[in-house]
């Protein structure tokens, strides 16, 4: 008996002892878990992110109208980079030694043929404007990583979504430092490929804004004669997105989108009131210009003082003889004349995408118009009518395109790989006035030029059909001399138009002097370069 129990007592104590190894063992792990566990908290990461690629502007011909120019970064971590052997491809060395020193992974601009190393990575970015920016009215501008205004505004979201970083990550230790041999992961991004796709042709802005150089305020639109898409769009003066501080201060409001703001459109709307003449079948009205003309005791001038004489239609035209339109709309019915200036546009904005719209600009009522001087004004595009370049524009689209007026069209659509363009909707057209009507105009401007000697529309290597104007504004200078809006737009070649150009000369004086050269010369240029 006493045996048994010095047996179940050795048992007891030997379960003891065994109990406390396996506490001790089971303690040891829990231990030596928690420091595993400590470890990994205490691990992380390094992000060196170098930029954000941000979508693209394309032109018609997917050329790039921002992102155009390459440059290149490098991600450098200093503890595993070689300091002398790159320091020879560093854009800034002072910079790069700068950063260098301090220990800490960095960003700096380089040459493009930068070696790579564990602790090189070198990635290609894009330059965001370059120093001749194409088309900088209708881009607009970026500030604070977002769209400001023209098309960096409209499609912000588009053209900086979320997938655009360009980095490098490295694995660190607890106190921050980069743990080299456990390699890098490097993330480039292809968004600079996506975007939006204009209407817009690089090589006709470009002309446009070489020959319009010499115009101090105003604006040129150039615009397929069919479809209406807009293949440049200029404003002057210009501004630089690297001196919005100079441009604000700037008398001229070089901000200001000159082809969106409507002004007085002078002898140009003639070609309304010949239309809605011939409408009215008048069109063998002859009238004798004597110089000037009395409406209910208000008295208007010919720009010939000593008048035209016996004209025509086509006379009047080539001519722009005040008084002849003045007498013809005499006997029109006002509502079929305002309703017809309606249809062509005038009065009604141009919208061209969110952000991006062309005033309504004015066109008188009916009431108005039922006043005898009134009406005479507006004959010949004077009084309360005010339109913009694109309204012009598109009215001598539908000339040119035999009666058919195309809505005009800025944004073709998105692209997301850069070649091909999504999202594209067909182009609208409608027809305005019939093709008989919009031929007779049309030969009425091509004889505006060909026919009259004195016009400096005339150009060298194509044909072309025209109508100047120079719009009053009732504002003088310090010497009585009024300031004069010139206009000119047209179409070009001549008996197969493919393109309308419109000209606006803001303060510019007489159209035939201000606007006309500038028309025959970016014709020219178009023709030549086919």
Avoid at 70 to 77: G, N
Avoid at 437 to 446: E, H, P, Q, S, V
């Amino acid at each position: 008996m006493v045996q048994k129990r010095a047996e179940s007592g050795v048992i007891i104590l030997a379960g003891v002892f065994f109990l406390m190894f396996l506490t001790v063992v089971v303690k040891y792990y829990q231990i030596s878990n928690e420091k595993n566990v400590a470890a990994v908290f205490q691990s992380s990461v390094v992000e060196i992110n170098v930029d954000n690629s941000q979508g693209t502007i394309y032109d018609r011909n997917m050329q790039p109208l921002v992102n155009s120019e390459k440059c290149w970064y490098a991600a450098i971590v200093p503890s595993v980079a070689d300091k002398e052997e790159l320091l020879e491809y560093m854009y800034d060395k002072t910079e790069f030694c700068t950063k260098y020193e301090s220990g800490e992974a960095f960003v700096v601009e380089c040459s493009k043929n930068t070696p790579e190393s564990e602790g090189v990575t070198v990635f290609e970015s894009a330059v965001r404007y370059p120093e001749n920016q194409l088309a900088q009215h209708i881009i607009g501008y970026t500030s604070g990583g977002s769209g400001v205004s023209g098309l960096e505004y409209a499609y912000d979201r588009i053209l900086r979504g979320d997938f655009g970083e360009n980095k490098v990550t490295y694995y660190a230790d607890g106190s921050g430092r980069v743990l080299v041999g456990d390699g890098k992961t490097v993330q480039r991004s292809n968004a600079h490929s996506s975007g939006i796709v204009t209407t817009l042709d690089s090589c006709i802005q470009e002309i446009c804004e070489k020959y319009g150089t010499d115009i101090e305020k105003g604006a040129i639109v150039c615009a397929d004669a069919e479809t209406g898409d807009i293949l440049a769009s200029v404003s002057f003066p210009d501004y630089s997105p690297d001196a919005l501080d100079e441009a604000l201060d700037d008398e001229r409001s070089p901000l200001i989108n000159r082809v969106l703001y409507s002004y007085g459109v002078g002898s140009i709307f003639k070609l309304v009131t010949a239309c809605e003449g011939i409408n009215e079948e008048s069109t063998g009205y002859i009238y004798e210009c004597t110089g000037e003309t009395e409406i209910e005791g208000q008295h208007f001038n010919c720009h010939k003082s000593d008048g035209h004489g016996i004209q025509d239609m086509m006379d009047a035209m080539t001519e722009s003889c005040n008084t002849y339109f003045i007498d013809l709309s005499r006997s029109f019915d006002v509502v079929d004349f305002r309703n017809l200036a309606a249809s062509f546009g005038f009065g009604k904005e141009n919208h061209l995408c969110y952000g991006i719209e062309g005033a309504a600009g004015v066109l008188p009522t009916v009431e108005e118009l039922s006043v005898p001087a009134e009406l005479a004004n507006f004959s010949f595009g004077q009084g309360k009518l005010t339109a913009t370049p694109l309204q012009i524009t598109q009215l001598s689209c539908a000339i040119a395109n035999d009666g058919k007026m195309p809505v005009l069209r800025l944004v073709k659509g998105i692209t997301l790989d850069g070649i091909n363009v999504e999202n594209e909707k067909p182009y609208q057209i409608s027809r305005v006035i019939s093709e008989e009507t919009a031929k007779k105009l049309k030969i009425m401007m091509i004889s505006a030029v060909s026919n009259n000697e004195l016009s400096n529309a005339r150009t060298e290597y194509t044909t072309v059909g025209a109508k100047t104007s120079t719009a009053q504004t009732g504002r003088y200078d310090e010497e009585g001399k009024e300031y004069c809006h010139g206009w000119i737009t047209g179409f070009f070649p001549a008996y197969k138009p493919e393109y309308v150009l419109t000209i606006l000369v803001e303060d510019g004086g007489y159209g035939n002097d201000a606007a006309a050269p500038v028309f025959r010369n970016i014709a020219d240029e178009i023709m030549k370069k086919g």
